[in-house]
Nanobody
Framework: EVQLVESGGGLVQAGGSLRLSCAAS????????IGWFRQAPGKEREGVSC???????TYYADSVKGRYTLSSDNAKKVYLEMRSLRPEDTAVYYC?????????????????WGKGTLVTVSS
């Protein structure tokens, strides 16, 4: 069974840092595009950072550029390093994967989704 499981969310003060992890089971991230999305209360899900299947293109939303970093240390785990967090970063963060040649973050093109992890940034 294909699964994505996020972890690392929590409560942090503004200016702080968190590292989210996403573990894959039933498949490996090799040859998959990977994406981190978030959804704040009352808002639509938005793409935060996504990397193409060929790993030659990484997208960051303007709102997180310079503060967030998507990385991976093996075929089964990816991370989202978040620094200088702001209250407006508060959201449920989702990890996703796609077999397609996705460039950028398009939730409609992602095949697999985790259940999300909540990040709350207090002011």
């Amino acid at each position: 069974e294909v699964q994505l499981v996020e972890s690392g969310g929590g409560l942090v003060q503004a200016g702080g840092s968190l590292r989210l992890s996403c573990a894959a089971s039933g498949f490996t991230f090799d040859d998959f595009a990977i994406g981190w999305f978030r959804q704040a209360p009352g808002k639509e899900r938005e793409g935060v950072s996504c990397i193409s299947r060929s790993r030659d293109f990484t997208y960051y939303a303007d709102s997180v550029k310079g503060r967030y970093t998507l990385s991976s240390d093996n075929a089964k785990k990816v991370y989202l390093e978040m620094r200088s967090l702001r209250p407006e970063d508060t959201a449920v963060y989702y990890c996703s994967a796609s077999r397609r040649s996705v460039y950028g973050c398009d939730a409609r093109l992602m095949d697999y989704w985790g259940k999300g992890t909540l990040v709350t940034v207090s002011s």
